[in-house]
């Protein structure tokens, strides 16, 4: 029950990790499957439909429920305390957006035992992704699974913009963040943009489907390469959202464990902000063999060109950043160095798909298969396990195991090169993407063995993960403040776990890397910047789950709305709209409540403080 | 230890490329990497640019990674702190300046590229004018000119300009003949896509769709056969001939009654299913069952129609044709006999 009505960032950041670890693996296990698949030509493994039913599952899983949740929780984790702050912005608003995403996944996964899962492609392009061609209800769960689970998305990151630009620690301005911060800062904007694209995408095919509209349907002179624009004016930013949280994960880890400070600072603000501008200039790269014409093509083909100068230059601020440095190879540092060479690899395939005439081979093959993995597992997702090693301790109290942490490093790290370097060779070699198998003799075969080998020793590294986090489980909570000891920034001056209010007295910040300065100037902790005095503190709350439920039962009604069931009594709830009004009244209501009841939330005394 | 690991973990990859490249990077008549025409050749020429441009990187990358991991790890005695840099703004302009330049230099022959693609020889008269028509799983080629139209094999004159016109019946399809050039999508709401490629060289190329189109999508494959101008012409006065229909009068009405709703052979039937003229001339039965008398690649034409007729639904899941026994009351003798006169249908 503490867990449903929480609003503390640290707990929502517990059930962001979860939750999306839980999604992760569902994600990972259909990963699996599609390559068992292809493990050889012609294989009877999986039928065509089912295939197709789980690439459109894991790129859609994977994507929003998967990694974007584990940004958040270490976002929700992490950001409050590296800026000084006692809480997000929102807290109410904070629990609203975990719990949206959390039932606009159930409802997306809820597919494969209603009837069908989504089969058009993680980009359900149209005219595909219609109901003339996708009958079933699949389309439907994605379209509603995402609106619900997008909303949680953008209420996150209004509420990060709102928490950084007001709540940061007197005397941190904007460029004494720590990078983490920026990036988490840029992303929230990136989001406040770019979802908005996506929603309004994803309203029109849901009319298109369930209220039989026209936006994108031929015969009714809609334009199919419509969808295309509105979904890759949001994709190509998605790409970014994701990514430049894993920079700032590394420019975390890696001067703390080269007990350096980050090199070109400023430059790498600077990067991160025209990678951001750059990000939303570009979508039609992922469209120049739909036919829109040389100037289009080129001028899109040069503008995805230029992002490779910011990207570089984080890359060699990176490397700059250990030169002369003390580099210490802990698992969080492991998978930051494997990150830099990986991520690179992924960075120079991108600039090779961007010139367009090139792409015209590339597109479509497993060529952009193996690319835009080594940019989002070899990028993202070694990012994530830095920061998820890097803290763990500061989120749990708990160092994880070093031992089952290398192990989990060279099995994901090795099997993730088997995984997807031989695939850049099947594309140029012929091979298609999203083929549920494939003739034999054409010398697909043993690189796809090779993959698949590859992938499960993938799945071997993440079992080495969980059973690091059981076992450290069953240890005791006893994580030193700053349990890496060369901590630079400010979560690291308070406990670990950090208690509900985080700061018992706002710190002074005095430069960048705030707790590194005090320390190399002989303080043992941050000058406060205020008093010992009664901290107010927001109410736990129930409404932000009860709105999610009634957003998901409202949903679940509108997406049935048009079905004939067997119970006379269903079809007549559902086809009136009853369930969908029902679902909307217990959101309306919550909303209601939460306006007319003025909750002034509760103060911790500074006795208490002390007592502790 | 970690030495050796590192200086592994690097040289793996290069080792690797090279041996995918001596090992042949894929068949003649299918990799992007062995070009066999202008076209395809155009996009290798720049690959071939951006690859040795972003390996120059890696390398560059790499040893500085290498270097700096094995020169300053930490050491037991190490008590102090190193220096705290702020940066440098010379090494930072540097590298701005130079990925800069090495953009450029990938952007000019891109944009020139680009511009050249874009010239699709649809007003040319010394091409060959094809209406391309993609279909859940097959594909359609119209000679305009010729007033020609077939299935699944597109047969061009070697050498000459083959001016495409591409638009779809149903979802997006995407065609594309790797060794002969790159792909190009179909859309379905009347824009219609242009763009020419020519195979020099004689011989049979694999073509594959490459936007996902729904359970069969890859299985949707065709062939293009680059022939000499006077095969071609043959062939096409051959299409052009009268419908040679089964000698046997039982099957020929069953053929009639069943088949040509949907299929035309000639002159006969309608074109709604793939055309059927000269079936017994082509490489493959519903593009995927390699007729091959040898039985290395697929195995001979007649046992391929068989396999179809017989369960065009487990060849091809998803596909349009009714089951010749289920659906349209074919006996097993009817569906063999339709099957043998299809094999023996070929063209001169």
């Known amino acids: ?612 | 230890m970690m030495k050796t690991w590192q200086a592994g973990k690097r040289l793996l990859p290069m080792t690797a490329t090279l041996g995918l490249i001596l090992a042949g990077c894929g068949r003649e008549d299918l990799s992007v990497l062995r070009p066999q025409g202008p076209a395809a050749e155009s996009s290798f020429d720049l690959m071939k640019l951006a690859i040795t441009i972003m390996i120059v990187v890696l390398l560059i990358v790499f040893s500085i990674a290498a270097y700096v991991l094995i020169r300053f790890r930490r050491k037991p005695e190490q008590r102090e702190i190193p220096e705290q840099v702020e940066g440098n703004f010379k090494l930072e302009v540097l590298w701005t300046v130079i990925p800069l330049i090495l953009v450029v230099v990938l952007a000019v022959p891109t944009v020139r590229a680009v511009f050249a693609a874009g010239n699709d020889h649809s007003d040319d008269k010394n091409a060959i004018k094809v209406k391309v028509t993609g279909h859940q799983y097959w594909w359609e080629f119209e000679y305009t000119d010729y007033g020609v139209k077939t299935a699944q094999d597109l047969v061009i004159p070697a050498g000459k300009d083959i001016a495409f016109e591409l638009s779809t019946a149903d979802v997006l399809h995407s065609f594309w003949v790797p060794s002969l050039a790159g792909k190009m999508d179909t859309n379905p709401d009347g824009t219609i896509n242009r763009f020419s490629f020519s195979a020099p060289n004689e011989g049979v190329y694999r073509g594959k769709c490459a936007e996902l189109c729904g359970p069969s999508h890859g299985f949707m494959e065709f062939k293009v056969k680059s022939v000499s101008d006077a095969e071609f012409e043959q062939w096409l006065a051959s299409m052009k001939s009268p419908a040679v229909l089964p000698e046997d009068p039982e099957i020929a009405a069953k053929f009639k009654s069943a088949c040509l709703q949907c299929h035309a052979v000639g002159d006969q039937g309608i074109a709604m299913g793939p055309d059927l003229t000269g079936i017994g001339s082509r490489e493959s039965v519903a593009g995927i069952l390699l007729n091959d008398d040898t039985g290395v690649d697929g195995a001979p034409i007649l046992d391929n129609l068989k396999t179809w007729l017989h369960d065009p639904q487990g060849v091809k899941p998803g596909n349009k044709m009714p089951d010749p026994k289920k659906d349209l009351g074919l006996t097993d003798e009817e569906i063999d006999g339709i099957a043998e006169y299809l094999a023996g249908y070929t063209l001169d």
């Open chain 1, 1 to 612: 029950m503490d867990w449903l009505t929480t609003v503390d960032h640290k707990k929502i950041a517990i059930l962001y990790l979860w939750a999306g670890g839980l999604f992760f693996g569902i994600g990972g296990l259909e990963a699996i499957l599609i390559r068992i698949q292809l493990i050889k030509p012609m294989n009877t493994f999986l039928d065509a439909q089912t295939f197709n039913e789980l690439i459109t599952m894991h790129g859609t899983t994977m994507i929003f429920l998967g990694v974007m949740p584990v940004i958040f929780a270490l976002m929700n984790a992490v950001i409050p305390l590296q800026i000084g702050a006692r809480d997000v912005a929102f807290p109410f608003l904070n629990a609203l957006g975990f719990w949206t995403f959390l039932f606009g996944g159930i409802l997306l996964n809820l597919s494969w035992i209603m009837g069908g899962a989504p089969d058009a492609g993680w980009t359900s392009y149209t005219p595909l992704s219609t109901t003339t061609y996708s009958a079933t209800h699949g389309v439907d769960f994605y379209t509603i699974g995402l609106q619900i689970a997008g909303l949680g998305t953008l209420i996150g990151g209004i509420n990060f913009l709102a928490t950084i630009i007001t709540m940061r620690a007197p005397g941190m301005s904007y460029m004494r963040m720590p990078m983490f911060a920026w990036t988490t800062f840029i992303t929230s904007a990136i989001i406040l943009f770019a979802f908005p694209a996506i929603t309004v995408g994803l309203v029109l095919l849901t009319f298109d489907r369930i209220l039989g509209a026209n936006f994108f349907e031929v015969g009714g002179g809609g334009n199919p390469v419509l969808w295309q624009h509105i979904f890759w004016i949001f994709g190509h930013p998605e790409v970014y959202i994701l990514i430049l949280p894993a920079f700032g994960i590394i420019s975390e880890v890696i001067p703390t464990f080269a007990r350096k400070r980050l090199f070109g600072y400023s430059s790498m603000v600077f990067a991160t902000i025209l990678i951001a501008f750059l990000g939303f200039m570009v979508w039609a790269h992922h469209m120049f063999t739909t036919g829109l014409g040389p100037v289009a093509n080129a001028l899109f083909s040069v503008s995805t060109m230029l992002i490779a100068v910011p990207t570089g230059i984080k890359i060699f601020n990176w490397l700059f950043t250990m030169w002369g440095g003390q580099v210490r190879f802990t698992t969080p540092n492991l998978f930051a160095v494997g990150f830099i060479p990986t991520f690179t690899m992924g960075g120079v395939t991108g600039v090779m798909l961007a010139s367009a005439p090139a792409d015209f081979q590339f597109h479509d093959t497993y060529f952009v298969v193996a690319h835009f993995h080594y940019v989002i597992v070899g990028g993202l997702v070694l990012g994530l396990f830095a920061g998820l090693h890097y803290w763990w301790p500061k989120m749990f109290g708990r160092m994880l195991g070093e031992g089952l942490g290398k192990w989990t490093f060279w099995t994901f790290i090795i099997g993730f090169h088997m995984t997807f370097f031989v695939q850049h060779f099947l594309g140029l070699m012929g091979m298609q993407r999203r083929v549920f198998t494939y003739l034999p003799n054409q010398q697909f075969d043993l690189l796809n063995l090779i993959s698949t080998i590859g992938a499960g020793l993938m799945g071997v590294g993440m079992l080495f993960f969980l059973a690091n986090i059981f076992l450290t489980s069953r240890k005791p909570a006893d994580a030193a403040n700053d349990p890496w000891e060369d901590g630079r920034t400010l979560e690291w001056t308070i406990p670990s776990p950090p208690p509900e209010y985080n700061f018992k007295q706002t710190p002074l910040v005095r430069g960048i890397d705030a707790f590194w300065k005090e320390k190399t100037a002989g303080h043992k902790g941050m000058t406060p910047s205020e008093p010992v005095g009664s901290i107010h503190m927001p109410s736990a709350t129930i409404l932000p789950f009860l709105m999610s439920v009634g957003i998901f039962i409202a949903g679940l009604g509108f997406m049935f709305s048009r079905d004939t069931f067997s119970s006379e009594a269903l079809s007549f709830l559902f086809n009136n709209y009853i369930v969908t009004g029902l679902g909307l009244l217990i959101t309306f209501g919550s909303m209601l409540m939460r306006s007319l009841y003025d909750d002034h939330g509760w103060h911790i005394e500074p006795e208490e403080l002390e007592g502790r």
